[in-house]
């Protein structure tokens, strides 16, 4: 069956270094890789979009990288602030004819000041 | 745009009685989604609809759950009868699907406890 796993113990790190968060699927083959942020109480909110063809894609001081090989996506926020404490979510979708995203449970970031 | 509106927020029931959740997508939008999460399965896809067509109901645990979407700026989702495992929070999300992005707009969610 699809599997989506993302590390669920809690990610602390020092404001102003990398964070790094994985993803990783398998019996999956996506067309494309999203990341949502969710703060506690409320939605997911859209962050990033990365397509099969795509290596690499960056916003601001997001960065995410998508290996169909090794069935991996890296989430990086670099100069991280406590303000990016949150729990980070990628989604997978697949070419069906209509979306259809399958997430996985999330990784939880803090970042200390 | 007030973006993706659910109502209600919080939803304390008793175990049998019939709870609805209601969705109001972002206007413009033509795919609307149901999702519940949990602590130990997270994000769980229920049921998409598009144009207010449902696509895929797959999802949708059980026979006591059902969907609509009466017209494309409405939808609601309803347990009956509720039970304690149905706690979780819903969200409801919404997108136009064939667009430049098909990225998803959530809700804030309903918070739903059956006791």
């Known amino acids: 069956s699809q599997k989506i796993e993302q590390n669920s113990e809690a990610l602390n790190i020092q404001e102003g270094k990398t964070a790094t968060l994985t993803c990783n699927y398998t019996n999956y083959s996506p067309a494309y890789l999203q990341w949502y942020r969710q703060d506690p109480g409320r939605g997911p909110v859209f962050l990033l979009l990365?397509?099969?063809?795509?290596k690499e894609k960056r916003k601001e001081r997001l960065k995410v990288t998508f290996d169909t090989t090794l069935k991996q996506s890296l989430f990086h926020i670099t100069a991280s602030q406590p303000a990016d404490s949150a729990t980070y979510l990628c989604a997978l979708g697949a070419n069906t004819g209509f979306q259809k995203l399958v997430f996985g449970t999330g990784t939880r970031l803090l970042v200390s000041p | 745009d007030a973006g993706v509106i659910q109502s209600p927020r919080h939803e304390v029931t008793e175990m049998g009685q019939e709870v609805t959740l209601r969705c109001k997508p972002i206007?413009?939008?033509?795919?609307l989604f149901w999702y519940r999460q949990t602590m130990m399965r997270g994000l769980e896809l229920l049921i998409y609809f598009n144009n207010n067509v449902p696509i895929d109901d797959s999802g949708m645990p059980e026979d006591r759950f059902s969907a609509k979407m009466p017209n494309a700026s409405f939808s609601t989702l309803k347990i009956q009868p509720s039970e304690p495992r149905d706690s979780a929070v819903y969200f409801c999300a919404s997108t136009l699907f064939g667009g430049t992005n098909e990225k998803l707009f959530f809700g804030s969610g309903t918070q739903l406890s059956v006791l």
């Open positions: 990365i397509r099969e063809n795509e």
């Open positions: 206007s413009g939008h033509n795919s």
